[in-house]
């Protein structure tokens, strides 16, 4: 069974740019959820996404946004870089989100870069 | 705030000896915890998780042990092997809020051989 899959793996943006980055998760499962990892604030919630829903949001600005489509493939966007905007940006999948407690699968991640 | 970078705390331990790894958590209401690896490069991988409702488990060469008294939740590996080094983070999650993981700083563990 294929992992998480996030593509692309290193992306390099200058200010002002936007970004989209993608996740496609575990072939069944439902439930998206996305992380930025940096070495200053560590690995943070972003937000989750299940049936195409957002179900629950970080605190992050406006300019952080994603969607999820039927096939429960998820987009992240981020609008107008910033130099802070500089991490690895992680998807993780489960299978069930009626609730938590569900063991979550990440991916490799995408590197973002920002000059 | 000014963000302040990370200092991760760094575990050294001898191949085949035992570790444990420490983590406090946040929040008294949380009632899932999970234990992930991630080494240079990689997504975090799970390694072992606990509800609230249990105080101990066990898998392969790995325990975790939660004390919800005092917030605290342990990693003991066991006959710590190199392939162990890696950063290792706890994460906690409130079940009622879907899958919304509240992850620790870190703690990189060395093993030498």
């Known amino acids: 069974k294929a992992g998480v899959t996030q593509t692309p793996r290193y992306l390099i943006k200058t200010r002002g740019q936007q970004v989209t980055l993608s996740c496609s998760p575990i072939s069944g499962h439902r439930s998206v959820s996305w992380y930025q990892q940096t070495p200053g604030q560590g690995l943070q919630f972003l937000f989750e996404?299940?049936?195409?829903?957002?179900?629950n949001k970080g605190n992050f600005p406006g300019r952080f946004s994603g969607r999820q489509f039927s096939n429960s493939r998820s987009e992240m966007n981020v609008s107008t870089l910033e130099l802070g905007d500089s991490a690895l940006y992680l998807c993780a999948s489960s299978l069930l989100s009626l609730a938590g407690g569900n063991e979550q699968f990440f991916g490799p991640g995408t590197r973002l870069t920002v000059l | 705030g000014e963000s302040v970078g990370l200092h991760l705390p760094t575990l050294s331990v001898q191949e085949g000896d035992n570790s444990i790894i420490n983590c406090a958590y946040s929040?008294?209401?949380?009632?899932?915890f999970i234990w992930y690896k991630q080494e240079s490069g990689k997504g975090p991988q799970f390694i072992i998780d606990i509800r609230s409702n249990m105080d101990k488990r066990q898998g392969q060469r790995v325990t975790v042990l939660l004390n919800k008294t005092v917030k605290h939740l342990s990693l003991q590996i066991a006959a710590t092997q190199p392939g162990d080094s890696a950063v290792y983070f706890c994460a906690e999650n409130l079940m009622e809020y879907g899958n919304k993981l509240v992850f620790g700083a870190g703690t990189i563990l060395r093993v030498k051989s």
């Open positions: 996404y299940f049936s195409e829903t957002q179900r």
């Open positions: 929040n008294s209401a949380s009632d899932y």
